[in-house]
């Protein structure tokens, strides 16, 4: 079992110009320098070569069946023919006899050949391409949501100002009520409203990471939790005399008592909405079943709350692989956490959420302040 850290939270000092920027944390693909490989080419004696050679390149040689279709064939006079890891043993011209190019079309091509890096996959994002374009033009089709999570530019000013309150509610959570210890708030995006809050308790139980907790507390606002009784001390009374009453206690059941205490009382935080959506009655497992083609937010708001789907989380701690898999189980949208851990699986250890096999993937960001006063980063 992967332990829990439970390192001091570390208060981050605030200026009136300091913000939370949330970055996110793409999977590798987007991160790294594209691979490489080495092709030969062909520098034609003129322009007009490049015609007639072409059309049985295109034939015989297509750019797909090296793999090679991201890029564009012709550079001025340059013209790529083949892998140089393609050949097997074989000259040049053997190889491209053997594909069954013309005699007169490989002693064209073969008159002036040289081998050249290119890049060996297409580029994802901009600055890819950019870099790929020094080696070899190549093709490039821009998804401008990925690139506005690389950016930073998918949150606003609004957005930042959010990010910054939640994790000060963090830090006051931690610091004041629970000596240090990892905490976490599970946000609904459609109103910003804290939904659930929770702490580690692993002192009653080694698999009580903060993570699991919260995820438990947000079972209870759709009336499950399997910790009813072990965390029962968390909570007041949550019965009820009235259907009024016992509505409110239903959408504020996933926030502890002393939690609600200092939401309330706190002028800070007392612009933030509080509680959970009411349970919708006839919200069940087939029908979200019958909707796998929606997106989380279309379910969230069509069906109303199942576990976590269309939540965003909020964690003072990166997850280990333990919560982090949870946290997929469990249909997150996003996950936002503050401090890095040595056994944290999104960014340190792995990145769990670029796993493709698996059924789900949230989107994953790692919280920092940055202090807009003298643009340096204060995290």
Not at 186 to 195: E, G, K, S, T
Request: hydrophobic letters at 35%; glycine letters at 4%; one cysteine or more.
């Amino acid at each position: 079992m992967e332990q829990e850290t439970t390192e001091p939270a570390k208060r981050i000092k605030l200026s009136a110009t300091s913000e939370c920027y949330a970055n996110a944390i793409l999977t590798d693909e987007y991160m790294q320098e594209l691979p490489r490989a080495v092709v030969y080419l062909s520098e034609l004696e003129n322009k007009r070569q490049i015609s007639c050679v072409m059309q049985e390149l295109s034939k015989m040689l297509p750019m797909e069946k090296m793999g090679l279709q991201h890029l564009k064939r012709v550079r001025q006079q340059d013209i790529i023919l083949c892998k140089v890891n393609d050949l097997s043993g074989q000259s040049i011209r053997e190889y491209l006899a053997t594909v069954g190019l013309s005699e007169n079309t490989i002693l064209i091509l073969c008159k002036n050949l040289r081998e050249q890096e290119v890049p060996s996959t297409a580029p994802l994002l901009r600055w890819q391409y950019e870099n790929a374009q020094k080696y070899w033009p190549c093709k490039f089709h821009p998804d401008k949501y990925i690139e506005s999570l690389h950016s930073g530019s998918i949150f606003n000013e609004k957005d930042r100002t959010f990010h910054t309150k939640i994790t000060e509610i963090l830090f006051e959570i931690s610091s004041k009520l629970e000596e240090n210890k990892p905490c976490g708030i599970c946000i609904d995006p459609r109103n910003n409203a804290i939904v659930a809050a929770a702490s580690s308790r692993i002192t009653i139980s080694p698999v009580m990471h903060c993570p699991m907790v919260l995820v438990d507390y947000v079972a209870r606002t759709q009336g499950g939790g399997a910790w009813q009784k072990e965390l029962t001390q968390e909570f007041g009374n949550l019965d009820g005399n009235s259907d009024k009453e016992m509505e409110e206690n239903s959408i504020l059941s996933g926030i502890p008592t002393s939690y609600l205490e200092l939401l309330r009382n706190d002028k800070r935080f007392t612009d933030v909405q509080i509680g959970a959506e009411p349970i919708r009655c006839k919200t069940t497992v087939e029908e979200m079943v019958q909707n796998q083609q929606s997106s989380n937010m279309d379910n969230l708001a069509k069906y109303g709350p199942y576990l976590c789907t269309g939540y965003d989380l909020y964690l003072s701690q990166e997850p280990c692989l333990m919560c982090a898999m949870a946290l997929v189980h469990s249909r997150a949208r996003r996950v936002y956490f503050l401090n890095r851990s040595s056994n944290g699986a999104l960014v340190t250890r792995l990145k769990l959420h670029s796993v493709k096999e698996l059924n789900h993937h949230y989107e994953v960001f790692e919280c920092k302040k940055h202090d807009c006063s003298n643009n340096t980063n204060c995290s």
